[in-house]
């Protein structure tokens, strides 16, 4: 993986480069320590993960972000701060970042989050060929125990986030199902349309769903309070969930704030079609 470091502290460039070097975790191809340098050496190199400073001069990591999302939607960025402020961070979130990463720099969080961002690299990737291979016309002979071991890989999933017992499970199973079946993704629909396949009442299924899944994101947020490392917990907290509503859950968990993580259903159900594919 390809990593670009960008923050105006020459220090915090050796620490990070130094991380990712001495973990493995990817090759630090370039860095910069302002945001007009940065503009320009990203637009040529084109990195797959850009970790870039929230306080720069001339211009500031937002501002920076803003203008490389636009010719490359494709990198995933991780933000870089001392900053505190709530509605700060949550601007960064807004503006496309895929973790924040708190100074002083620690490095084992530093491990954790770009492994995280790798696993959604490795995802995108696996995901745009398993569309491409759906789109090609598929054989109308399939085999029944192709469809059970489908059915089977979802049913383990759930097993694994420890929902598989909770009331909204077979409707996962079914949205599933159906979006494998049907070739089809949920950047293609709501969850309200994919919930009217099978009911006259979807509002009702939506809402068994979102329980479950909260369920699921609080199972999450056990297993990574106990264990931050633990393969399930990295494996699913980004994979079905995105990680830093995980870390809000957490957060409540532990009696740190009185908000709780939010789910976005959407990517909980493209994920579980995921997973159930390479389980």
């Given at each position: 993986m390809k990593i670009f470091i960008v923050d105006d502290n020459v220090n915090v460039v050796k620490i990070l480069e130094k991380i990712i070097n001495d973990k493995e975790l990817g090759e630090v191809i370039g860095k910069a320590y302002n945001g007009n340098d940065a503009l320009k050496e990203i637009d040529l190199i084109k990195p797959d993960v850009v970790l870039l400073d929230f306080l720069m001069p001339n211009k500031d990591g937002i501002s920076l972000l803003k203008e490389i999302?636009?010719?490359?939607?494709?990198?995933?960025?991780?933000?870089?701060?001392?900053?505190?402020?709530?509605?700060?961070?949550?601007k960064a979130y807004q503006n496309g970042i895929e973790f924040f990463i708190s100074k002083p720099i620690d490095a084992i969080e530093v491990?954790?989050?770009?492994?995280?961002?790798?696993?959604?690299l490795e995802m995108n990737k696996?995901?745009?060929?398993?569309?491409?291979?759906?789109?090609?016309?598929?054989?109308?002979?399939?085999?029944?125990?192709?469809?059970?071991?489908?059915?089977?890989?979802?049913?383990?999933?759930?097993?694994?986030?420890?929902?598989?017992?909770?009331?909204?499970?077979?409707?996962?199973?079914?949205?599933?199902?159906?979006l494998i079946d049907n070739n089809k993704t949920m950047s293609e629909m709501t969850v309200i349309e994919l919930c009217n396949n099978f009911t006259d009442n979807p509002k009702i299924m939506e809402q068994r769903i979102r329980r479950t899944a909260t369920v699921g994101m609080v199972n999450l947020a056990n297993i990574g309070i106990e264990d931050y490392m633990n393969e399930i917990f990295t494996e699913y907290?980004?994979?079905?969930?995105?990680?830093?509503?995980?870390?809000?859950?957490?957060?409540?968990?532990?009696?740190?704030?009185?908000?709780?993580?939010?789910?976005?259903?959407?990517?909980?159900?493209?994920?579980?079609?995921?997973?159930?594919?390479?389980?």
């Open positions: 999302k636009k010719k490359h939607p494709e990198i995933l960025y991780i933000m870089i701060s001392q900053v505190s402020s709530k509605e700060m961070i949550s491990q954790s989050v770009i492994k995280n961002v790798i696993e959604k696996k995901l745009e060929t398993i569309q491409s291979l759906f789109a090609l016309k598929q054989n109308a002979s399939e085999s029944e125990d192709i469809k059970e071991d489908r059915n089977t890989g979802i049913k383990r999933v759930m097993q694994r986030m420890g929902i598989l017992s909770e009331s909204g499970s077979q409707d996962i199973l079914n949205a599933a199902k159906y907290s980004n994979g079905l969930f995105n990680f830093e509503q995980v870390k809000i859950e957490m957060d409540f968990i532990r009696g740190k704030s009185k908000k709780r993580g939010k789910v976005n259903l959407k990517k909980f159900i493209d994920g579980i079609v995921y997973y159930s594919r390479i389980e």
